[in-house]
C-alpha cells in the first residue's frame, strides 16, 4: 500500500509525501525498510526537519493520557510508540522529487497485528512527520503487520493445543508491575478457557513482553468484565511481579527442547490454584460467543470476529505453532533482521543514510 497526502496545515500548494514500505511481515526486534517520498509543490519550501514514526491505535480518551515522562503523543487516536528523523533542515524546490530511504527498528513489545494468518485487529502504522514554515503535519500511517517471534508461538501454540480459545487482543494502557516493560502499551490476550478449566475460571488474560534476551509471560485469571466493548482500561501499574503466580521468564534460547504443552499448562494450574478460583459455569460462557462479535479490539478498526479467530486458537491452524522441530535450529534467531540491532536503537535517530 501507498498512501498520499497533500500536507493541509502547511498550506494550498504545499509538498505532497508518500510512504513505501518494503513489501512483507516483521517480528518484533526486527526492522523494516522503505522510503518517504517528497513532491515539491506550486513553489519552493524551505523544510525543518523529516521524520517517521511508529503509531498504535489505542483508545486513550481525549488529550492522550499521562504516564511516566509525560503526556502520551497521540494523532487521531494514533500513540507514537517510537520515532526516527530523518533528515534535518532542507529545501524542497518547487515540483522537485525527492526520496528518503530509511531503516527503522521495530521495538520488541511491539503488539502482534497477525496470529496464524488471522487478523488479531490491532492496528499498528509507519508515518512521516514534515515540519516547515512553524507547523507539523503528518502523513496516513502506512499499515504496518507484526507476526510472532517463535517465542511467542510455542506458548500460545500450547494454549491452543491445550483448548483455549482466542477473543481479542487488546491494546491497553498501563504497565506490568515489576516487569521491563518499556512501551506505555502492552497487548493483552483475552481467551476462553479450555474445556478441563471450564468449572475454575471464566477468562484468562495473557500478556507477552518480549525482549532481546527472551520474554516475559503475564497471566491473570477470572478477569471479569473485560469482554464488553468500549476503551480499554486507563493508566495504571497492574497487579504482580517477578515470582507471582501467572509470572514466568522464558528465553529465546533451547525452545525445541521444552514440553510447552505441559509447561503452559502447569502455568494455568497454578495459576488457578493460587486464585483458589472455582467458579461454576454460567450463562456467561454461552454469550461470549454471541457478545464477542460485537466487541471492539482497543485500536482496531473494525471488530474482532470472535468465532474465526477462536478457531485460530482452539483447533489445528494453530496447533502448527506448537511443532518447534519445523523451527530448525533457533539459534536462527540471532540472524533475524535487525533482532539483537534493535537493543541499541534509541527513540530518536539520525538517519546516516
Same mark, same amino acid.
Given at each position: 500500500?501507498?498512501?498520499? =497526502? ?17 513489501r512483507g511481515p516483521v517480528r518484533p526486534g526486527g526492522v523494516v525498510r522503505g522510503q518517504v517520498r517528497l ?8 523544510? $525543518? ?10 483508545? %486513550?480518551?481525549?488529550?492522550? $493520557? ?6 502520551? +503523543?497521540?494523532? $487521531? ?7 526516527? !528523523?530523518?533528515? *534535518? ?6 515540483? $522537485? ?5 530509511? %531503516? #527503522?527498528?521495530?521495538?520488541?513489545? %511491539?503488539?502482534?497485528? +497477525? ?20 507547523? @507539523? ?9 507484526? =507476526? ?8 500460545? *501454540? &500450547?494454549?491452543?493445543? /491445550?483448548?483455549?480459545?482466542? #477473543? ?7 504497565r506490568i508491575a515489576g516487569s521491563g516493560q518499556k512501551l506505555p502499551f502492552h497487548q493483552e490476550f483475552e481467551l476462553t478457557p479450555a474445556p478441563r478449566y471450564i468449572h475454575d475460571v471464566n477468562e484468562i488474560a495473557l500478556?507477552?513482553?518480549? *525482549? ?8 491473570? &485469571?477470572?478477569? =471479569? ?10 493508566? @495504571? ?9 501467572? !509470572? ?9 527442547? !521444552?514440553?510447552?504443552?505441559? +509447561?503452559?499448562?502447569?502455568? #494455568?494450574?497454578?495459576? #488457578? ?36 479467530? *477462536? ?9 502448527? /505453532? ?26 530518536? +535517530?539520525?538517519?546516516?543514510?
Open positions: 500500500m501507498v498512501f498520499k =497526502r497533500v500536507l493541509g496545515s502547511l498550506g494550498v500548494g504545499g509538498p505532497v509525501v508518500d510512504t513505501v514500505l518494503d513532491r515539491g509543490g506550486g513553489s519552493g519550501c524551505d523544510i $525543518e526537519h523529516l521524520a517517521l514514526e511508529l503509531v498504535a491505535r489505542v483508545e %486513550t480518551g481525549p488529550g492522550g $493520557e499521562e504516564h511516566e515522562g509525560g503526556v502520551i +503523543e497521540e494523532h $487521531e487516536g494514533g500513540v507514537v510508540f517510537d520515532r526516527l !528523523r530523518l533528515s *534535518g533542515g532542507f529545501r524542497l524546490d518547487a515540483r $522537485e522529487h525527492r526520496d528518503v530511504p530509511f %531503516t #527503522i527498528h521495530i521495538p520488541w513489545e %511491539t503488539p502482534l497485528t +497477525e496470529l496464524s494468518g488471522q487478523p488479531l485487529g490491532a492496528d499498528l502504522g509507519v508515518r512521516a512527520e514534515l515540519a516547515a514554515r512553524g507547523a @507539523k503535519d503528518h502523513g496516513d500511517p502506512e499499515q504496518l503487520i507484526v =507476526r510472532p517471534l517463535p517465542v511467542q508461538e510455542a506458548v500460545l *501454540g &500450547a494454549l491452543g493445543r /491445550l483448548g483455549f480459545g482466542l #477473543i481479542a487482543a487488546d491494546l491497553r494502557l498501563g500478556t507477552l513482553l518480549t *525482549g532481546p534476551d527472551g520474554m516475559e509471560v503475564a497471566l491473570e &485469571a477470572d478477569k =471479569r468484565g473485560r469482554l464488553s466493548p468500549g476503551p480499554s482500561t486507563s493508566h @495504571k501499574h497492574l497487579p504482580g511481579g517477578p515470582g507471582a503466580p501467572g !509470572r514466568h521468564t522464558v528465553s529465546h534460547e533451547g525452545l525445541e527442547h !521444552r514440553d510447552w504443552t505441559g +509447561e503452559v499448562d502447569s502455568w #494455568i494450574r497454578a495459576l #488457578i490454584q493460587a486464585r483458589g478460583a472455582r467458579t461454576a459455569p454460567t450463562a456467561r460462557t454461552g454469550a461470549v460467543a454471541a457478545g464477542v462479535a460485537g466487541a471492539t479490539a482497543a485500536g482496531a478498526v473494525g471488530g474482532v470476529v470472535a468465532a474465526g479467530l *477462536g478457531d485460530a486458537l482452539g483447533t489445528g491452524k494453530l496447533e502448527k /505453532l506448537g511443532n518447534l522441530g519445523k523451527l530448525g535450529n533457533l539459534q536462527r534467531l540471532q540472524h533475524l533482521e535487525g533482532l539483537r540491532d534493535a537493543e541499541g536503537a534509541g527513540p530518536e +535517530e539520525e538517519h546516516q543514510g
